[in-house]
């Protein structure tokens, strides 16, 4: 799907080492930001293997490639993206969002977000969406063998 100007660009971040429930419920509560959802274009960025070990302390049980291709089998995801491997904010640039949604857990790269964006001329609207069921649906939590 090519973008239209009267799209809302949309973003947002994981690593997606399998893509579950509570994935999916990301994807959905970020399309809905925009009340309506066709007027959203969701761009999904693909943590790298590098960066994931560096935050988590473990290497994802798939590699980058993989995980891009099990985010891109849905169809409410408009465009996958791999993130950046030293520097987040050019492929951020790169894409132009309208908002960035970030998830209930996620921490890091974004205590000064807004402000690293904002000093490359962007301009974006910053949302912390909700938990799905954080207990059950969170890759840690759930039973994927490594």
Request: avoid cysteine; glycine fraction near 4%; proline fraction near 3%.
């Amino acid at each position: 799907m090519e973008h239209k100007k009267e799209q809302t660009r949309i973003m947002i971040f994981g690593t997606f080492d399998g893509v579950h429930k509570g994935h999916l419920n990301f994807f959905k509560q970020a399309k809905k930001i925009v009340k309506k959802p066709l007027k959203s274009f969701l761009i999904v960025s693909v943590a790298r293997d590098k960066n994931v070990f560096r935050i988590k302390k473990h290497w994802p049980l798939f590699g980058e490639r993989k995980r891009i291709a099990l985010v891109k089998k849905y169809k409410i995801v408009d465009k996958v993206v791999l993130s950046g491997i030293k520097n987040h904010i050019p492929h951020i640039a790169q894409e132009k969002p309208d908002i960035i949604a970030l998830g209930y857990d996620q921490k890091a790269y974004v205590k000064n977000l807004k402000k690293d964006l904002k000093n490359k001329g962007i301009l974006v609207k910053i949302i912390r969406l909700k938990p799905y069921r954080e207990k059950i649906y969170k890759n840690n939590l759930l039973k994927i063998k490594r």
